[in-house]
C-alpha cells in the first residue's frame, strides 16, 4: 500500500494530508513542490483516490477498489490528468479542464479532481486561464498541482494553492533501491549518494560514461598507492582519452569520477564499510599509506570548478594530476 511508504519516506506530507482527510476539509487546491523523485506523484494519484474512494479508513482511500485501480490507471471520466513534462500546456488543455468540469459529475462518485504534473510548463496565457479557474473553486473539485520548479510559477497561483512541500528523500534509500534493482553493492553505494532520482539513479547506472568512471578510479588508485608516476601516466593517457570522438562522453566521465573521488575520501574520513572488495581493499590501502585525503580533496574540488570554465579536459586533469601528487611527481 502506497499510503504506508508516504508515511515512513514523507510524514510530514502525510500528516497534513492525514489531518485534512480525517477531517473531510481539503483544500481546493495543493502545490505539491519538491525536487525529482520525492513521491509527488504517486501522493498526488493517492490523494485522488481517497477523494473518489468509497471504501475509505479513516478518510484514505483503500488503493484496492475499482475507482481507487480506475483512478490510479489514469482511467477514470472525473480525473484529468495533465502532463507538463511531455510537453508545453497550452490554453487549450486547461479549457478542457474546465469544460469539463463546469459539467455534472460524470461517476458515481460525484467528486472530480485534476492533476497537472510538471505545472510550471506552461504558457502565460494558459496559467492566467487556470489562475481564473483555481479563484472560483467549487465544493466538489480538487486541483493538485505539481512543480520542482516552484520558482517558475505565477506567484499569484502558488499564493492560491496550499503549498506541501516535499523533502528529497534518504541516501539510504535509494541505496536500497539500487540493491533492489540488481546492482552490486559498491555501485549502489556510489549512486546512491550521487542522485536525488530514482529514475536518475538507474539512467546513471547504464551509462557507460560512469561506468568507465568506476573502472578508473578503482584502478587509478590502486596505482596511486603503489606508484604516482605510473598512476599519472594511467589517467593522462587512458582513461578519459577518447579525444574529439566523443568528448562529451569524457567529460561526463571525469565528472563522475571526481564525484566518486568525493565519496572515497568521505567514506575514508569516516571509516565507512562497504561490502565491496575492491572498494575496502582501496580503504585499507589508503589508511597504510597515509592517504593526504585534504590535499586530494581540495585537489578534486579545484578540479570541479575547473571542468566548469574549462574546454580544455585534458589541461584539467592534468591540474588535478599535480595537485593530488603534491607536485613532487
Ligand atoms: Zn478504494
Redesign the pocket.
Known sequence: MFRETLALQQPVVYQILDNALKKESLSHCYLFAGTRGTLKQETAFLLA?SVI?S?KTDGW?????L??IRVKDNNYVDLIYLDGSKGLLKIEHINTIQNQFSQTAVEAAGKKVFIINDCENMTLKAANSLLKFIEEPSDNVTGIFITSQIDRLLPTIVSRCQKVSFKPLPKTMYYDFAIENGIDELNSHLLSQMVQDRDQLLEISQQESYQNAVRTFVEFMNYFFRNKKTAITYLENNAFASGQSDRKNDRDSFQYFLNIANIFTDDYHNNKSVDDDSWTDLLEKAHDNDFDSVRFLTAVSQARDALIRSANLSLVIDQLLYRISGGDN
Do not use: D, K, S
Request: hydrophobic share 10%.
Open positions: 483516490q474512494c471504501h482511500a483503500c488503493e484496492e477498489c475507482e481507487c
